[in-house]
């Protein structure tokens, strides 16, 4: 039922809902997610983060805390699941990437626990924010 509703809903949503905006269905978990292993329906605005949680990170009213760019996954943050058909996360008006901030707060909240997590999280961010993060990989690990 939901996987209809869901397909009726993107075949749609140009022509009956043109108004849409992520933002009025903050409380709603609908959008087809991964977080690590686990397949889940999330809400656009929410933040669902392995290794935050562990902190006790709290929701807020950031948007688009659910991120479309599968490279984000290496991280930790829930992604759009990438089983969906190309253009669904535009069509939802989900961000492909974090902002700075978000990426700075994990950063120093949770830094990598090891070499090969630091190596593969600098890799995606390098990508994202190119020269910014080099040299905190190699303070990071110089300062252990």
């Not at 929410?46 to 290496?74: G, H, I, K």
């Not at 930790?76 to 535009?90: K, Q, R, V």
Request: proline letters at 8%; charged letters at 20%.
């Amino acid at each position: 039922m939901r996987t209809k509703a869901f397909t009726f809903f993107l075949d749609n949503l140009s022509v009956k809902y043109p108004d849409y905006n992520p933002y009025d269905f903050r409380d709603l978990a609908f959008v087809p997610a991964v977080l690590g292993s686990e397949r889940l329906l999330a809400k656009p605005f929410e933040v669902r983060d392995v290794f935050l949680s562990r902190l006790s990170f709290t929701y807020t009213t950031n948007p688009c805390q659910l991120y479309a760019s599968p490279e984000w996954a290496a991280l930790g943050f829930a992604i759009a699941d990438p089983l969906l058909h190309e253009g669904t996360a535009s069509k939802l008006k989900l961000h492909n990437h974090p902002p700075t901030s978000e990426l700075v707060t994990l950063l120093a909240k949770l830094p990598p626990g090891d070499e090969e997590t630091a190596r593969r999280w600098f890799e995606v961010l390098s990508g994202r924010v190119p020269g910014r993060f080099s040299f905190s990989y190699l303070y990071l690990f110089e300062s252990t």
